[in-house]
């Protein structure tokens, strides 16, 4: 299993910028297997995968739900949609079995993120990557990151 998450990057059609083996559940079913929760946020979900999601035929309005995401005040400084439970139903209608079925492949929250760092190195353009786990301690209930890859191209 391998669970889809959108980064933005420098080419969309990379493979690598939409999936990543990680993801797992921290608490499996049982000892002895793995889990792996599989949706997708589709508060952060770049175009590609929110068409992908969509139902056939209505791909197109993977646009419609980034565009409502980034829509902010006049002044340009605040975004003022509210992307709480079940937000794309202001933006698309679905039938019952639709809504259903999309409903079993979304989340509205992540812990899973990716952070890119270019700059110049000796005039040479230098990019770190880091994949970060955002969780929270069992003892003090606090939320902290922790870097889980750290690769440098």
């Known amino acids: 299993h391998i669970e889809a998450h959108s980064f933005p990057t420098r080419r969309s059609s990379d493979l690598e910028d939409i999936f990543t083996v990680y993801g797992m559940n921290a608490q499996p ?23 992908a ?5 209505m791909d197109d309005l993977a646009q419609d739900l980034v565009d409502f995401r980034k829509e902010k005040s006049e ?5 003022i949609n509210f992307l709480d439970k079940g937000w794309y139903e202001r933006v698309i ?8 079925t999309f409903d079993r492949m979304i989340r509205y929250d992540s812990t899973l ?21 955002r969780e929270q301690n069992k003892k003090t209930n606090q939320w902290g990151c922790r ?4 690769t440098r191209d």
Request: glycine share 6%; with cysteine.
């Open 29 to 51: 079913p049982s000892p002895k297997t793995y889990a792996y929760p599989g949706k997708i946020n589709i508060n952060t979900a770049g175009i590609e995968i929110l068409a």
């Open 53 to 57: 999601l969509l139902p056939r035929g």
């Open 75 to 79: 002044d340009g400084e605040t975004f």
């Open 93 to 100: 209608e679905f039938s019952k079995n639709e809504k259903e």
């Open 113 to 133: 993120f990716k952070a890119e760092c270019r700059s110049l190195v000796n005039q040479k353009s230098v990019t770190v990557s880091a994949f970060i786990l």
């Open 147 to 150: 870097i889980i890859q750290l």
